[in-house]
């Protein structure tokens, strides 16, 4: 079958849609699930968590209307999909990397989006002043001396002007370290949730699918609440978990997470889940566990150079703890429990 993309152009949001923008966040969330619903591989667990995902905020259950009204798709069915991905990206730099994506989907290539991977999908969403795709990491001085360090499948944009300096955070993670700016210009990093004021500081940040997290090493940062104005001042040595309307928690400062900044991966009895979500982030595709695993604890550091490293890091799982890799593709690996015997 022959697919025109000129006929593509009338595509529509869902009927009970308002059509408003939505964070790219909860996009590239909304992508995860439909590529996972596609794959013919949920688990009755899965299927669990995305219902309480699609219920959790009206945006997640419009983004994945907006996915799954685009394509209709039934993975596999087309043939010419990475033919017709081809094509698509060409046209890349005329049609915009959000509407590429649209048509992708509304022509049936679900297929040529997995064959792409995970860093083609974050790149998909569209170009960013400074980017990461999944295992990359960066370190760059800014002109007025900041330094920042971006994290894999990372997206932030510059916003300088002659008053003051902000920095976008679109999606992922990065570190600042604060300078003085000679032409005494405020400084500010911008989330989905939150703008993040910083008092003379060393400081992480991570933009998730529903929330934000905060670390601070140095100085303190000022958390000024998109939806209600209200701010509260993380110290150093703290960390805190936010959305955009309040603080979610606030505990003492788990260096480890920033192991990336050097070029590591670090677990403190850490639980399993939670650092899987870590290596998900180093890596291209998709990496799923089992619920019967999240609970195990996992204490080592890992090195994030070398060819395929968190192939190496899931290798030393299945040998550390009582779980075995699943390979299903490159890029669709699991982590199930070990079976008995």
Known sequence: MTHSLDHLHDLRTPPAD????????????????????????????DRRALQAWREAHPDHAHALARLEHMGQIMLGHNAGAPDLARATLTRAGRMGRRRMLGHLLCAGAAGALLWYGRDELHALAAPADLSTAAGELRRITLADGT????????????????KARRIVLREGEIEVVTAPDPAGRPLSIDTRDARLVPVGTRFHVLQLADHSRLGVSEGAVDIVFRNRGSTARIEAGQQAQFDHDRLLARTGLDESKHAWTEGMLVAANRRLDDFLAEI?????GH?????????LRITGSWPLHGDQPT???????????PVRIQTLTRYWVRVLPRAEG
């Open 147 to 162: 330094q920042l360090r971006l994290n894999s499948a990372t997206a932030v944009d510059l916003r300088y002007d002659d």
């Open 18 to 45: 308002d059509g408003r923008p939505i964070a790219e966040a909860v996009v590239d969330r909304a992508i995860h699930w439909f590529v996972l619903q596609s794959s013919g591989h949920t688990s009755a667990a």
């Open 280 to 284: 998900a982030r180093h890596r291209a």
């Open 311 to 321: 192939d190496t890091v899931l290798a030393s799982l299945e040998r550390r703890l």
């Open 287 to 295: 990496l799923q566990w089992s619920p019967e695993v999240s609970a």
